[in-house]
Each structure stands twice: as C-alpha cells, then as structure tokens.
C-alpha cells in the first residue's frame, strides 16, 4: 500500500538523514520524495511518498517523536488530509 506524507521540519543537513533512517526502519520503502527549501521560516517543506505493508501509524508515530519535525500531515485519497501534529 502507498502513502504520502507531509512533514515541516528544520533546514538542517541532518535532517533528512534522520527522516529516512526511521523510514527504513518501520519497513516502508520510499518510492518519492519532494523537498522545499522556506528561507522566511528556516524549515523544509518534505513530501514522502512510501510504500509497505505496515501500518502508516506506525511511521507517522515514529516521525513525530523527531525533534526536528514541527508538523505532520497524511495526504489521504481525494483532496483530503488529516493532520498529526502542529
């Protein structure tokens, strides 16, 4: 099953290291990934597109607990999202 994840983080080098150790990790393969630099706030926009047969809670609780991410969201089908954490 493929999902897409959007997450607000730090503009650091670090980071997308950290982001995609905890995805190997939980066992999702990445099949995309979208990355923005916000020079007015210092954070990255990233956008993950992951597939695997886990539970997507599994991932997004584990993302969260990163220090470096400020916020969460799952891109659900259609137009919808739900979001994590703020």
Known sequence: MTHTIKLEASNRPEVM?????VVRHRGFSLEEVLMKQCHT???T??????SGERPISNLENQLNKLYDVAQLERAQTGASAVAMNA
Do not use: A, D
């Open 17 to 21: 290291e950290r982001i995609l150790r």
């Open 45 to 50: 926009q990233i956008t993950l597109t992951v």
């Open 41 to 43: 706030t210092n954070s």
